[in-house]
Every structure is written in C-alpha cells, then in structure tokens.
C-alpha cells in the first residue's frame, strides 16, 4: 500500500540559533513533523522521546527546546520526535489537538495505519525500530489541569522506574486505544507521562525536571530520586452518548441533557465520594453515560446512580484527565477513573 506520508526531517545536532529563541517560534518555523537526535556521551545506546503528539499539548516541546538550548549533553544519544506539528500551527497557537479532517495521531499507533495520520505514525514506529532505543517516552499535557502522571500498559520495574523520573503517580491501563505507549515490549519499554495542564506552569516544570533526568542518567532504569509509587489500576472511561447536549454549571442547566458541575477538573486525583453530586440529569436518563472498562463492557450502574436528578457513586472512586472543555468531553471522554480498591501505594 502506498504509504501517503512525505519524509520526515531529521535534524542532526541542532544549535541554539537552528532551535530559535522559543518553542513557539520553532514550530511556526517548521514545514511538518521533526526527528532531533543529540548524540550522548555514549553512542553506542540510545533512547527516543516523543512529544506533541497532540497539537495543544507543549510542555514536552518546552521542556525540549530548553533543554537544548542550555547546551546539554545527553548520557546517551537522544532521538526526539515533534509529532503534530501542523495542529499545533493552526491558529490560535497550541489550540488543536488535531485537524478536524485528520485523526487524531496518537491513536493510530497500531494496524491498519489508515490516512496520513496513520502512514506518519506507521513512518515514526519504523524509525524507532530500527534505531533499537533502550526505551521511550511520550510527553503530553492533560485537557483540563491537575497533576502529572504516567500511564503505562505494563507494571514491571522497567516502567514504574522510567515513570519515576516524572512523577510518583502511575495508572496502569489495559484501555487499547492506538497510543504510541502501546507499542511497549521487553527491549523497548515506553511509558506516557500527562505533565498536568497544557496552561500550567507546574506541567512545565515536571517536563522539563522529568526531561533533565531522564536525559542525563546512565541507567534509565535508575532515576536520581526513585519515590513511593501511586499505582492506579483498572481505569474506566466515562463516555457521553452522541448527541447528548451538555453544559458545565453550578446549578441544573433543564434545556441540557446533562450538565456537569463547573469544578469537575479540581477532582482530578482527588476522592470522589458518594455523597458528591458530579452532575445533574433533568430527565433522570443515565444511558447517555456509558463507564467503560477495558473489555469494553459497560458498568454505569455498578458504579454510578441517579438520586433526585443529580449523578453519584455508589462507592468512593479517584478519577483523574476530567475535562471542563465540552468538545473534548463528547468526542472522547468525561473522565477517566479507578475505583477506590484499585488504587495502592509501593
Ligand atoms: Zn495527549
């Protein structure tokens, strides 16, 4: 099948001039995705970060671009790679998450790699493969603000230790959803890191404090200051049906379907009890939500109800990726959760 994706540049090396003064200029400048590679001390291994793989999400892009302009040497060489490029253009600057006409690129990380999106990504896994990396990591931002995580698909030492260099949380997921970080395997494991908001200074700082300590340890596997591990287990989505009109208030909106209560993101990470209403239903209707598991079984009557028109659990959950952006809610998810038993400290 013709592979419908152009050559990606590579860039060897590039000096602070090549990097121009800001994350934002770079980009601007750029005609398409970008590979940079920094040789290390050691040349003979290698590891690969990837990053803006979603047009909105920059800290990765941030930390990058000052990592490199400072003049570090990696310990081992670096290949990065500067994903959606052309989404994160369109104005207003680091708005999209992707084209409305083209899918959404990190969710095309598996068979068949159908459209542009899915060739890129098709293009970015054959790069990787054969540059043989000791491991990955994928930079993203969260929709709506709270702390960073890592979400992995794999709980072994080599992944909560490669997580450890962001952050003590983990969530470990059996969601298939085409994410790069699904390509993980004994040779090559890949973690996500979510640094927290896209706007948020503290997402920034876990970039570029995570990026610094990956980039310079010898071993990977040993970051600088291993923590106590959070592990999140056996996170559901909460789906809104199609159609479903929603608004985010403090009060009941009755010409919406549903309408979520205005703070939802300050729950991120946070205890979501049953005596906290998330939302309001005028017409009591709890099929237009659907909590998916990784079987994609639905169970939003094991979990949830509906008393007095306004949605509560029925047991204690951490839910966390809570979006107040409408658009993102329905086309992708609500929020994400574990319940209370799935979560536990190492
Ligand atoms: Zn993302």
New binding site residues.
């Given amino acids: 099948m013709r592979d419908p994706y152009p050559v990606i540049e590579i860039w060897e090396n590039p000096t602070p001039e090549q990097m121009t003064h800001s994350a934002e200029t770079l980009v601007q400048q750029l005609t398409g995705p970008l590979w940079i590679s920094i040789e290390g001390t050691d040349t003979s291994r290698c590891r690969v970060i990837t990053t803006l793989?979603?047009g909105?999400?920059p800290s990765g892009l941030y930390a990058l671009h000052e990592w490199i302009c400072a003049g570090h040497k990696p310990a081992v060489t670096l290949h990065c790679f500067i994903g959606a490029v052309t989404a994160a253009q369109t104005a207003p600057l680091f708005s999209h998450?992707h084209l409305s006409d083209q899918r959404d690129l990190?969710r095309c990380f598996r068979p068949p790699f159908d459209g542009e999106q899915g060739g890129l990504a098709k293009r970015v896994l054959q790069r990787i493969e054969s540059l043989h990396p000791e491991c990955a990591i994928?930079i993203?931002?969260?929709?709506g603000a709270g702390p960073a995580f890592a979400v992995s698909i794999q709980l072994d030492q080599e992944h909560q230790r490669l997580a450890q260099h962001f952050t003590h949380r983990l969530v470990l997921t059996e969601l298939l959803l085409g994410a790069f970080m699904e390509m993980t395997h004994a040779t090559m494991p890949v973690i996500?890191i979510?640094c927290g908001g896209a706007h948020e200074q503290s997402a920034h700082q876990v970039a570029a404090q995570g990026l610094d300590s990956f980039a310079r340890s010898e071993d990977p596997f040993q970051p600088t200051i291993p923590q106590a591990l959070d592990i999140y287990r056996h996170p559901l989505r909460l789906e809104i049906a199609p159609g479903t009109s929603i608004s985010y208030g403090r009060e009941v909106n009755s010409g919406k379907d549903l309408t979520i209560i205005s703070h939802i993101e300050q729950f991120n990470f946070g205890i979501v009890t049953p005596s906290q209403p998330l939302a309001w239903l005028p017409h009591s209707n709890l099929s237009i939500l659907r909590a998916v598991d990784s079987r994609q079984q639905d169970r939003i009557k094991e979990v949830f109800h509906i008393k007095e028109q306004k949605l509560y659990v029925k047991r204690p959950i951490k839910l966390f990726m809570a979006t107040s952006q409408a658009p993102i809610a329905l086309s992708d998810c609500l929020f994400y959760f574990v319940l209370e038993e799935d979560h536990r400290i190492v």
């Avoid at 993203?140 to 929709?143: D, G, V």
């Fill in positions: 793989l979603h909105n999400e998450r990190n994928d993203h931002n969260t929709s996500t979510e």
